[in-house]
């Protein structure tokens, strides 16, 4: 994976608006590569991977960044938010509220205002890889930041 002149995506101008430092990364997106796929190319750990989750709750759509090698619980989070049932996005919803393809979604920059989730645990890491808004992009950043650019709610949803 090589350092690359990066695309102005919603969640580039995001963080260049708030005046953050990130470090860009390009590779052959693969269909299915996952978090894997990234972790491998990267040369680290998947746990520092954050995926991008889009959720289904009970009509209102929820972003939950996870770490890559774990799962959410759905039925956990669905508890600490009080709904009675979380599903995965449909993926035509999920574009339309992000302004994302799947594999290319990233919490930054979403069309729409959507309430955010981050698995508690992520702020222990002092960086993380995470979708810059496009199929085969992935930024690194500061935990630190990530907290200055998103309003989230901590929950401990990782299995």
């Not at 449909?90 to 309430?115: D, L, V």
Request: proline share 4%; charged share 30%; net charge positive.
């Amino acid at each position: 994976m090589q350092k690359i002149d990066i695309p102005l995506t919603p969640a580039i101008r995001h963080i260049n608006s708030a005046k953050i430092k990130f470090e860009p990364f390009q590779y052959e997106y693969k269909e299915k590569g996952g978090t894997k796929q990234t972790a491998e190319e990267l040369k680290v750990d998947e746990h520092c991977i954050i995926k991008t989750l889009i959720f289904d709750a009970e009509g209102s759509l929820i972003i939950v960044l996870m770490h890559g090698d774990k799962e959410v619980s759905t039925k956990e989070l669905a508890r600490i938010i009080g709904v009675k049932k979380i599903e995965p996005a449909e993926q035509k919803k999920a574009m339309n509220a992000t302004g994302y393809q799947f594999g290319g979604t990233s919490p930054f920059g979403t069309r729409k205002n959507m309430p955010i989730y981050i698995e508690k645990s992520i702020l222990d890491l002092d960086e993380i890889y995470i979708n810059g808004g496009k199929r085969g992009l992935i930024i690194k950043i500061t935990t630190k930041d990530l907290s200055t650019l998103l309003n989230y709610e901590l929950v401990n949803v990782g299995i």
